[in-house]
């Protein structure tokens, strides 16, 4: 019988060389100066960078196999001497990603700061760093992007599940905090179906992939996946066209306002 969650893990690792090479080509021989309007303040240069760099710390963690949080993220990133040489480099980190995955169990425990404390969660994670920036770099160049549906559903649940742990980093995640008020987050497209819940003590998802019985959302957001995963990741407004929300846009806005990865 196969294992759904390695069956998971080897569609991350192939996609983060996918993903990867779609970045590559959109950078290369791109004015690396522009502005990136999903970061602000940052050019594409940097875009790059941080992607590549994210790939190759996440590898070193995963050779590793860390059990405690590390103490330092310097690892040595050997970027060219010049910044036209930032689209090659950032296909040599996917290279230097894909010999990390190489004979690794993704079932392997491993320190993490998300819920899931295995190897496979840096390989996800990496992942959606990756598609959410490609995505960015696209958008900058004024390309046209999209997002496989099924990645992008996996992706927001990637995003509702490991958020409550994401304070240390995201310090206005401690804010995400209420009476049982809920949030809902349906996909259109697939059967994406996520409720969260605000306690006293925090959040979190009582419910993904199913129609909870019962259980009326104080506010609910529906999209096609891909656009529900670039609203969440603070890329779309939710007053576009592409949404429906029903319900108590103030809670809403507290979300957006406070979730910021």
Known sequence: MSNPRATASAVHREAVAAETARFVAAVKGADLTLPVPGCPGWTLADLVKHTGSVQRWFSVLLRRRVQEPPRSRDVELRLPASEDGYPDWLAD??????????????????????????????????????????????????????IDRDLATDAVDEFLVNLPHAAFFAPKVADLRGDGETLRFRCADTDGDWLVRLRPDGFGVEAAGREPEGTGADVSVRAAAADLLLFLYGRLGHDSDAFRVDGDEELLARWTANSAF
């Open 93 to 146: 980190s996917a290279a230097e990603a894909a010999s990390a995955f190489d004979g690794l169990d993704p079932d392997a425990p491993m320190w993490a700061w998300g819920a899931d404390q295995h190897a496979r969660f840096w390989i996800r994670r990496m992942l959606i760093e990756t598609l959410v920036h490609r995505t960015d770099a696209e958008r900058a160049l004024g390309l046209r992007s999209g």
